[in-house]
């Protein structure tokens, strides 16, 4: 069966430090891999997605940047980060194709000081 | 632009209720509807999926469904208990986005506490 990881479950960092946070998914191959972000009162965000390796599509203008070194590794990257980078990270795979379902990880919670 | 409305945002009742969390969407150009549940500090486990062509999912207590012409889908939960006090969340998959397999938009949730 897939499973889907993701490290580090907690993470406090100062603001103007760097960032990565790590996916990475068993069991399957060539998925397509999404960071999202939740912000407190707000609904889920795409912020990254990725159909291969390399491939990286942006969302939304930000601090952030995505990298796929490998096939079912995802990261997610910050040189410096911002007060309002804070929020819930989630990473996520589905199989290729239009109609399938996305399935998350348990997430990332980032506060910035 | 799609928009994706769950109300209400919060919901509390008894042990053993039967009840409706509902679901709507701007645009009925959609590939699918899928719903979540996410636990406090938690991520989100996928509940049911259903594809534009379909009317309903059901998988044990939990039945959803979908009247894209309308915009609206609901998740119906049978006998309620009390571990399924969670946040249930609703996404659909727009159909022209640009090309991209990337999208799912997110409503806000729906907060359901069950008590004993």
């Known amino acids: 069966s897939q499973t889907i990881h993701q490290w580090p479950a907690t993470l406090v960092q100062p603001v103007g430090s760097p960032l990565s946070l790590e996916c990475t998914v068993e069991g399957t191959s060539n998925p397509n891999l999404y960071w999202y972000r939740q912000a407190a009162g707000r609904g889920l965000q795409l912020l990254f997605y990725s159909i291969g390796i390399g491939q990286i599509s942006s969302e939304v203008p930000q601090n952030l940047s995505a990298s796929r070194p490998q096939d079912r590794q995802f990261i997610l990257s910050s040189k410096k980060l911002l007060l309002s980078d804070s929020g819930f990270y989630l990473c996520?795979?589905?199989?290729?194709?239009?109609?399938?379902?996305?399935?998350f990880g348990d997430g990332t919670r980032l506060s910035i000081l | 632009k799609q928009e994706v409305t769950q109300i209400p945002a919060a919901l509390s009742v008894p042990e053993g209720e039967n009840l409706v969390l509902n679901c709507s969407f701007t645009?009925?150009?959609?590939?699918?509807l899928q719903w979540f549940r996410q636990d406090p500090g938690k991520g989100l486990t996928s509940l049911l999926l259903i594809q534009s062509s379909q009317r309903e999912q059901t998988s044990g207590r939990l039945n959803a469904s979908l009247d894209k012409s309308s915009g609206r889908s609901t998740l119906y939960i049978a006998a309620s208990q009390p571990g399924d006090s969670a946040t249930y969340l609703c996404?659909?998959?727009?159909?022209?986005?640009?090309?991209?397999?990337?999208?799912?938009?997110f409503g806000k949730g729906t907060k359901l506490s069950v008590k004993p």
């Open positions: 996520a795979w589905s199989v290729r194709g239009w109609e399938q379902p996305q399935h």
């Open positions: 996404a659909v998959k727009p159909l022209n986005y640009g090309g991209s397999q990337g999208n799912l938009i």
């Open positions: 645009d009925s150009a959609i590939y699918n």
